[in-house]
């Protein structure tokens, strides 16, 4: 058990819709990662958020925002959902500080009908 | 951008059979980690290298940070069937920045 909790495990829905993912990052950890996972481009980085605030972006796209709550969890908003949206949705917690290493949730597994 | 190229993709093996597989870049990195994801799971780190030329080992695993910084090799000695799985090298993807950029994964299967 990593310590980071992601919520929900399996989402279904259909194009257009609207979801949100949620993560509870380890006892201690500041910083909340996002990752995207897909059979063609594997693991993505999509957001980072360090106590609060917005840390770095990779390649989010503009329908896509996140963020960290006082209490440290965050949430990924998708929206106008597209086929191609379908993947695994990871979250990953770190103490923040250089060197410390990131530790994984079980993911979100999204799909798109 | 900056890339890691894993290899070998898949492995098939016998159980008790030694593993290696690696991952190298053209790019230099402080920080090489490796992680294995079995299926319905996120990835778990396995080891984490800090130092060119620094060798690890976490149990039957060995890993080593290459000394020009450019690559990482990972063994797995005596493989038994819950090795299965796929494994990730990773580093971080900006100088000073954390946001990971992965290999794409090493694919073991054991045959009993």
């Known amino acids: 058990d990593s310590g980071v909790t992601q919520t929900p495990k399996h989402l279904i829905t259909a194009t257009g819709q609207r979801v949100t993912l949620r993560c509870s990052p380890r006892?201690?950890?500041?910083?909340v990662y996002w990752y995207q996972q897909s059979l063609d481009q594997g693991l993505q980085f999509l957001i980072q958020?360090?106590?609060?605030?917005?840390?770095a972006k990779g390649n989010i796209l503009e329908r896509f925002s996140a963020q960290q709550f006082p209490d440290l969890h965050s949430e990924l908003n998708l929206s106008s959902l597209e086929l191609g949206d379908s993947a695994l949705y990871f979250c990953?917690?770190?103490?923040?500080?250089?060197?410390?290493?990131?530790?994984f949730g079980d993911g979100t597994r999204l799909s798109i009908l | 951008g900056q890339q890691l190229n894993q290899s070998p993709q898949s492995m098939f093996i016998q159980e008790g059979e030694d593993v290696s597989m690696n991952c190298t870049s053209s790019s230099i990195f402080n920080t090489w980690l490796w992680y294995k994801q079995d299926p319905g799971e996120g990835p778990v780190l396995l080891i984490a290298l800090y130092k060119a030329g620094e060798l690890t080992s976490n149990g039957r695993l060995t890993a080593q940070f290459g000394i020009t910084r450019k690559d990482s090799f990972l063994n797995i000695s005596a493989s038994i069937p819950s090795d299965v799985g796929i494994y990730f090298c990773a580093a971080p993807g900006v100088q000073g920045a954390q946001k990971l950029v992965f290999g794409q994964g090493t694919r073991l299967t054991i045959n009993p």
């Open positions: 958020y360090y106590n609060g605030e917005e840390r």
């Open positions: 990953a917690s770190s103490p923040g500080v250089k060197n410390q290493p990131q530790h």
């Open positions: 006892s201690g950890d500041l910083s």
